[in-house]
Structure formats: structure tokens, C-alpha cells
């Protein structure tokens, strides 16, 4: 009788489960059974599992087999245990030794002729493994990379089962062929990418993250309260609204809005690449996702592929994908009021809970939510020359698709007005680029940060209404205009908590110590869409159609 074990991960979301794989073979009919709570794709591991050994140059053990994946009660998916189930059955039949694997996590799928694959989610496995005590993984060659950025683990990287044995073992290592050598294109490449989840729905795709064109704010003609109101969201992390008719830069505008928000920090991008990795969405070559995300799902997007789901265990949806970074919703009136709603809870909490019959699943989910939409179904409400020719009540019905529970949840509120020619003519003419505005939100981060340094906050918009009215005051008599538009119904009290948000980071990109009045109205124009006179004219807004019948504000 032989019995060996060793290490594994299974992923749920994006939180690993460290398994303990076990081989135990005894004499009798030669059966391979495989125990513990598998799924379909991990069953048929039984059959690469003993290809990829008897086509490595090992010999298969023709005696009763029973591999076992404990805890036997958390579910187990995929075929990332297949190189840390060769290994056991190898140890058990005393191939090599058991005590060289019994602390060893190993993630991989393997081919039937011994080379391994890569499998998405190696870094949250790893992260896992290293949280769980473990300091030593092995990994498929092409997720090496990837896997060390964790650190305090030592990472073995093999492109096939011989490598491993040979390396447990103290025998030579043989070379493998690479299969790229030659320019050939990869086919161990495959199983890193997720069929239909481009990068459109992940990675830089509006911030260069493919090594492309890098959208620049300077490209934006005119619209001077729009970029103001674009700075103050990437200041403070304050949702945005923009509304206008087509062809005015809504667009635009939300596909620079990554490229102002700072870079991440060491931490943020181990949570993002997490993300990305069990998505599936990471490019090649790139292990760490280091700028803000951006994600533009249509406007047909269903509830699972807007905040998760699927068959079986849940996957991460584009609200996690945007983590960290923008999610862009154009055309919002068009989407589906039940799919919309559904984003008020991670607006609130930064990360959605999704229960399905497979399991139940926690992905973190802190995005920069923008909004786009036309101000009626033809896109012409209130435009001078060819006029609407929607009825008024299919305005306020258009409009009303965006639930008022919805846009209480947004700070800025911003009308795009057609460019007029003079600004369009004169594009590139005194417009600030996006190096220089984002300059100005990395300084008022810093302010904020050192404001907020003794607290579980590092933003404006995460800081609690209550904090901000006890802890951090305004100037003497600056909230008087926006108390006297709470008296009349104009401003609820969860919209003068996103005031004072609002007015402490226009404070922040000021350089004051704490906001004015002047702020303070200028907050209360992003937020309600009405001018306040003179002061703060530059960033005055207009969205007030159909949003203040419903009390939104």
C-alpha cells in the first residue's frame, strides 16, 4: 500500500481554498476513483492525468487508486489539479518522494502528453496558498510571472510533467521544445482567455493598456464645464452623469476619465490582476495590472454579465472587472431598469455577494460609475434649429428609466452642450492635456489621503455624512444655501452628505484648508444642475430635466 500528498487551490470568486490532494493506492482491480466533491472538467482529470504520466515516460500503477480532495465539502472546478494529482499518484507509487511534496502547492492542467497548461487564477491561488502559510508553488512556465508577484513564495515555473519529476527527483532537467521558438503561435495560450471577454470589458481599453493610442483630454473640444466636472470625479471619486444629445463628446470625455484617476498602488493592483486573472481579461505579456481599469459594456449588458453570474459557480461580471477603475454605461436609458438598479448595492458596500446553486461568491466591486445619456429618445430636446419631435411625456419617460434611488447615488450631474464652431475650429488651443489635470487630482488625492491618514478612508466620496458634518467642518456659514435648499425639499439628507463630498474635494483641488462658500457652491451646482450666479460659473450644469420631479436630489 502507498499513500501520498500534496497541495492544491480552489477558487471561489476570487478567494482560494488550499486542498490537500491525496493518492492512496492499494492491491486489487486496477480503478482510478476520484472523490471529494469534483466537478465535471476535474473528473476527466483522471484521463489526462494518466496520458500525461504514461506519455511522460512514467509507468502508470495498475493497482486500486482512490485520490481524494479535501475539505471534501467545498466545492472543486476546473483543471488546475491535474499536475498536483499526478504528482500524488506519483509519490504514492513511490516514484518520488512523498515527504519532496507534502508542502508543496502545485497549479496546473496538463495535456495528455505531459506538457502543463496555464490556467486562469493562478495569482489569487497563490495569494491563498501564501496566506494559508505555504511558501512554495509550482505554476506552469507561461504564469511564472504572474504567480511571483506574490511575495514571501518561491514559484517554480515547468513546462511539463518530466521537468517536475526530474526536479523532485535530483535528476537532470530535460529541455522541452518551445513552441514559440520558431514564431509559431502559442496553443498553451489558449486557456488564459476567456471566449467573448476582450479587453474592451477589462484592460486599459480606453487608457492604452493594449500599447495603443492614448486618449488625451486635450482632444476634447470645448466642453469646459464637462472637464471640470471630469476632474472633480477623478479627484474624489465622485460618480458622474453626463447628459446631452449626440455628437457632443459624452464619450470622449468617459474614455479619458481613467487616464486622470491616479496609478495603483502595489495592493490595488494585486486586487485588480486577481480579478482579471479568474476573468480571464489579463493581456499577454502583462502579469500586473497597473492603471485603472475601464469597462464599456453595451447597453443590452444582462444582470450576470453586468454584476456577475452564470451557470454553475458565479463569474465576475463587469462591475468587478471595473474595480478600482471606471465602469462606463453609455446610452444608460437603454439599459434595462432592473439591471441598472441592481448596481445600487455595490455603489454603496465597493463589492457584490451573487448566490447561485453552484455556491455563493464575493467579488470586490469599487468602480467609478459614468453615466451617459441623450436628453430624449431622438437626442434633440432642447437643441436650437431641427427641433424634438418627442411628446413631453416621452422625455420624462425616457428620463425616468434612471430610477431615482439610482441618481441619488451620483454626485455629478453635468449638461453636454453641442461645440460650437469658434471651439471647434480652435481645437488644441489653451485645452489642458491629461498629464496636466492629472496632476491636479494626484495633488488633491495627497490632501485627502493626508486628511483622512488615521482612517479607514482614503477619498472623499467613501468618507460617512456624519464624519464629515462632526469631524471635518466647513467655513462659518457656508452651508447656508445648501441647508436652505434641504428646507425646501430641493436636497435630501443623503444629497447634502454628497454636498459636502463634492465641496471638500473641489476644496482639495483648490488648495484649501477646508471648503468656503464658494466651495460649497460650486458643489451644490454639480450635484443639482442649477447655476449659482457668478461664482463657480465654470463649472455650472444643467441636469435638472425630469430628475428633481422625482426628488432625487
Same mark, same amino acid.
Given at each position: 500500500?502507498?499513500?501520498?500528498?500534496?497541495?492544491?487551490?480552489?477558487?471561489?470568486?476570487?478567494?482560494?481554498?488550499?486542498?490537500?490532494?491525496?493518492?492512496?493506492?492499494?492491491?486489487?482491480?486496477?480503478?482510478?476513483?476520484?472523490?471529494?466533491? $469534483?466537478?465535471?472538467?476535474? *473528473?476527466?482529470?483522471?484521463?489526462?492525468?494518466?496520458?500525461?504520466?504514461?506519455?511522460?515516460?512514467?509507468?502508470?500503477?495498475?493497482?486500486?487508486?482512490?485520490?481524494?480532495?479535501?475539505?471534501?465539502? &467545498?466545492?472543486?472546478?476546473?483543471?488546475?489539479?491535474?499536475?498536483?494529482?499526478?504528482?500524488?499518484?506519483?509519490?504514492?507509487?513511490?516514484?518520488?518522494?512523498?515527504?519532496?511534496?507534502?508542502?508543496?502547492?502545485?497549479?496546473?492542467?496538463?495535456?495528455?502528453?505531459?506538457?502543463?497548461?496555464?490556467?486562469?487564477?493562478?495569482?489569487?491561488?497563490?495569494?491563498?496558498?501564501?496566506?494559508?502559510?505555504?511558501?512554495?508553488?509550482?505554476? $506552469?512556465?507561461?504564469?511564472?510571472?504572474?504567480?511571483?508577484?506574490? $511575495?514571501?513564495?518561491?514559484?517554480?515555473?515547468?513546462?511539463?510533467?518530466?521537468?517536475?519529476?526530474? &526536479?523532485?527527483?535530483?535528476?537532470?532537467?530535460?529541455?522541452?521544445?518551445?513552441?514559440?521558438?520558431?514564431?509559431?503561435?502559442?496553443?498553451?495560450?489558449?486557456?488564459?482567455?476567456?471566449?467573448?471577454?476582450?479587453?474592451?470589458?477589462?484592460?486599459?481599453?480606453?487608457?492604452?493598456?493594449?500599447?495603443?493610442?492614448?486618449?488625451?483630454?486635450?482632444?476634447?473640444?470645448?466642453?469646459? !464645464?464637462?472637464?471640470?466636472?471630469?476632474?472633480? *470625479?477623478?479627484?474624489?471619486?465622485?460618480?458622474?452623469?453626463?447628459?446631452? +444629445?449626440?455628437?457632443?463628446?459624452?464619450?470622449?470625455?468617459?474614455?479619458?476619465?481613467?487616464?486622470?484617476? +491616479?496609478?495603483?498602488? +502595489?495592493?490595488?493592483?494585486?486586487?485588480?490582476?486577481?480579478?482579471?486573472?479568474?476573468?480571464?481579461?489579463?493581456?499577454?505579456?502583462?502579469?500586473?495590472?497597473?492603471?485603472?481599469?475601464?469597462?464599456?459594456?453595451?447597453?443590452?449588458?444582462?444582470?450576470?454579465?453586468?454584476?456577475?453570474?452564470?451557470?454553475?459557480?458565479?463569474?465576475?461580471?463587469?462591475?468587478?472587472?471595473?474595480?478600482?477603475?471606471?465602469?462606463?454605461?453609455?446610452?444608460?436609458?437603454?439599459? *434595462?431598469?432592473?439591471?441598472?438598479?441592481?448596481?445600487?448595492?455595490?455603489?454603496?458596500?465597493?463589492?457584490?455577494?451573487?448566490?447561485?446553486?453552484?455556491?455563493?461568491?464575493?467579488?470586490?466591486?469599487?468602480?467609478?460609475?459614468?453615466?451617459?445619456?441623450?436628453?430624449?429618445?431622438?437626442?434633440?430636446?432642447?437643441?436650437?434649429?431641427?427641433?424634438?419631435?418627442?411628446?413631453?411625456?416621452?422625455? !420624462?419617460?425616457?428620463?425616468?428609466?434612471?430610477?431615482? $434611488?439610482?441618481?441619488?447615488?451620483?454626485?455629478?450631474?453635468?449638461?453636454?452642450?453641442?461645440?460650437?464652431?469658434?471651439?471647434?475650429?480652435?481645437?488644441?488651443?489653451?485645452?489642458?492635456?491629461?498629464?496636466?489635470?492629472?496632476?491636479?487630482?494626484?495633488?488633491? !488625492?495627497?490632501?485627502?489621503?493626508?486628511?483622512?491618514?488615521?482612517?479607514?478612508?482614503?477619498?472623499?466620496?467613501?468618507?460617512?455624512?456624519?464624519?464629515?458634518?462632526? #469631524?471635518?467642518? &466647513?467655513?462659518?456659514?457656508?452651508?447656508?444655501?445648501?441647508? #436652505?435648499?434641504?428646507?425646501?425639499?430641493?436636497?435630501?439628507?443623503?444629497?447634502?452628505?454628497?454636498?459636502?463630498?463634492?465641496?471638500?474635494?473641489?476644496?482639495?483641488?483648490?488648495?484649501?484648508?477646508?471648503?468656503?462658500?464658494?466651495? &460649497? !457652491?460650486?458643489?451644490?451646482?454639480?450635484?443639482?444642475?442649477?447655476?449659482?450666479?457668478?461664482?463657480?460659473?465654470?463649472?455650472?450644469?444643467?441636469?435638472?430635466?425630469?430628475?428633481?420631479?422625482?426628488?432625487?436630489?
Amino acid at each position: 500500500m502507498g499513500f501520498a500528498r500534496t497541495c492544491s487551490v480552489a477558487l471561489v470568486g476570487v478567494e482560494g481554498v488550499v486542498v490537500e490532494v491525496q493518492a492512496d493506492l492499494e492491491p486489487g482491480v486496477a480503478a482510478f476513483t476520484l472523490v471529494g466533491l $469534483p466537478d465535471k472538467s476535474l *473528473s476527466e482529470s483522471r484521463d489526462r492525468v494518466r496520458a500525461a504520466v504514461v506519455n511522460s515516460g512514467g509507468e502508470w500503477p495498475q493497482r486500486k487508486l482512490t485520490v481524494g480532495l479535501s475539505p471534501a465539502s &467545498v466545492p472543486k472546478g476546473g483543471s488546475g489539479f491535474d499536475l498536483a494529482v499526478a504528482c500524488a499518484v506519483l509519490g504514492a507509487a513511490e516514484r518520488i518522494d512523498p515527504r519532496r511534496i507534502a508542502d508543496l502547492v502545485m497549479i496546473g492542467e496538463l495535456g495528455l502528453d505531459g506538457r502543463v497548461r496555464p490556467v486562469r487564477g493562478v495569482l489569487p491561488a497563490v495569494l491563498a496558498a501564501a496566506d494559508a502559510g505555504y511558501r512554495q508553488v509550482v505554476v $506552469p512556465e507561461r504564469t511564472a510571472a504572474e504567480a511571483a508577484l506574490v $511575495p514571501g513564495v518561491a514559484v517554480l515555473g515547468v513546462r511539463s510533467l518530466r521537468q517536475l519529476v526530474a &526536479v523532485l527527483t535530483d535528476e537532470p532537467v530535460p529541455e522541452e521544445e518551445d513552441s514559440t521558438a520558431e514564431g509559431r503561435p502559442d496553443p498553451l495560450l489558449a486557456g488564459l482567455a476567456v471566449p467573448g471577454a476582450g479587453q474592451g470589458m477589462g484592460v486599459g481599453a480606453a487608457v492604452g493598456g493594449d500599447g495603443g493610442h492614448v486618449p488625451d483630454l486635450a482632444e476634447v473640444a470645448g466642453q469646459r !464645464r464637462a472637464r471640470r466636472a471630469l476632474e472633480v *470625479s477623478a479627484a474624489g471619486r465622485h460618480h458622474l452623469f453626463l447628459l446631452g +444629445p449626440p455628437g457632443a463628446g459624452k464619450t470622449m470625455l468617459a474614455e479619458r476619465l481613467p487616464g486622470l484617476l +491616479p496609478p495603483l498602488t +502595489p495592493e490595488e493592483s494585486l486586487e485588480v490582476t486577481a480579478v482579471h486573472s479568474v476573468a480571464g481579461t489579463l493581456p499577454a505579456g502583462r502579469p500586473l495590472v497597473a492603471r485603472p481599469p475601464y469597462c464599456a459594456p453595451h447597453h443590452s449588458a444582462s444582470m450576470a454579465s453586468l454584476v456577475g453570474g452564470g451557470s454553475g459557480m458565479p463569474r465576475p461580471g463587469a462591475v468587478s472587472l471595473a474595480h478600482r477603475g471606471v465602469l462606463f454605461l453609455d446610452e444608460a436609458p437603454e439599459c *434595462s431598469p432592473r439591471v441598472l438598479d441592481a448596481l445600487r448595492q455595490p455603489l454603496e458596500s465597493g463589492h457584490v455577494v451573487v448566490a447561485r446553486s453552484g455556491g455563493v461568491m464575493r467579488l470586490p466591486a469599487r468602480f467609478l460609475l459614468a453615466l451617459a445619456a441623450n436628453p430624449c429618445p431622438c437626442g434633440r430636446h432642447g437643441l436650437s434649429g431641427d427641433g424634438c419631435d418627442c411628446a413631453p411625456r416621452a422625455v !420624462r419617460r425616457y428620463l425616468a428609466r434612471l430610477s431615482g $434611488p439610482l441618481l441619488d447615488r451620483v454626485d455629478l450631474r453635468v449638461t453636454v452642450e453641442p461645440v460650437a464652431r469658434a471651439e471647434l475650429v480652435g481645437l488644441g488651443r489653451g485645452a489642458e492635456s491629461t498629464e496636466t489635470v492629472g496632476a491636479r487630482v494626484r495633488a488633491a !488625492r495627497e490632501r485627502a489621503a493626508a486628511r483622512y491618514a488615521d482612517t479607514p478612508w482614503r477619498t472623499n466620496s467613501e468618507v460617512p455624512g456624519h464624519e464629515l458634518r462632526t #469631524r471635518w467642518l &466647513v467655513e462659518p456659514e457656508a452651508l447656508r444655501e445648501a441647508e #436652505r435648499d434641504m428646507e425646501r425639499g430641493l436636497l435630501t439628507a443623503r444629497g447634502l452628505d454628497r454636498v459636502l463630498r463634492v465641496a471638500w474635494t473641489v476644496a482639495d483641488l483648490a488648495g484649501h484648508a477646508r471648503p468656503s462658500a464658494d466651495d &460649497v !457652491r460650486q458643489a451644490l451646482e454639480l450635484r443639482t444642475g442649477v447655476r449659482r450666479g457668478v461664482a463657480g460659473a465654470g463649472v455650472g450644469v444643467g441636469v435638472g430635466v425630469g430628475a428633481e420631479a422625482r426628488g432625487t436630489l
